[in-house]
């Protein structure tokens, strides 16, 4: 998983996917003990073993927290001299 944003994210996949399949995804990250649960997600795009992926369904809570992850993933900008 890639690209990872509020509304969707790329996946890399052996498995082979069409645009419009429905999926669910559990978004594991070492800061979190428990995953972010995406309970309905839709196929957007495929191109050469990737997929893009729109969110569709998150409860509140779990918004939130990949709201906060991707805060804290966010590359810090380093002080010009």
């Known amino acids: 998983m890639f690209d ?11 498995v082979s996917m069409s645009p419009g399949t429905g ?3 559990l978004i594991h990250a ?3 003990a428990v995953p972010i ?3 309905s997600a839709a ?10 992926v729109e969110f569709l369904r998150l ?3 779990d918004r939130s927290r990949l709201q906060r992850l991707l805060h804290l993933a966010r590359p ?5 001299d």
């Not at 990872?4 to 052996?14: D, I, K, M, R």
């Open 59 to 61: 409860t509140d809570l």
């Open 4 to 14: 990872v944003s509020v509304g969707g994210c790329a996946v890399t996949s052996a």
């Open 30 to 32: 070492t800061d979190l």
């Open 76 to 80: 810090r900008s380093v002080p010009q």
């Open 43 to 52: 196929v957007r795009w495929v191109k050469h073993g990737e997929f893009g």
């Open 37 to 39: 649960t995406v309970h």
């Open 23 to 25: 999926v669910k995804l």
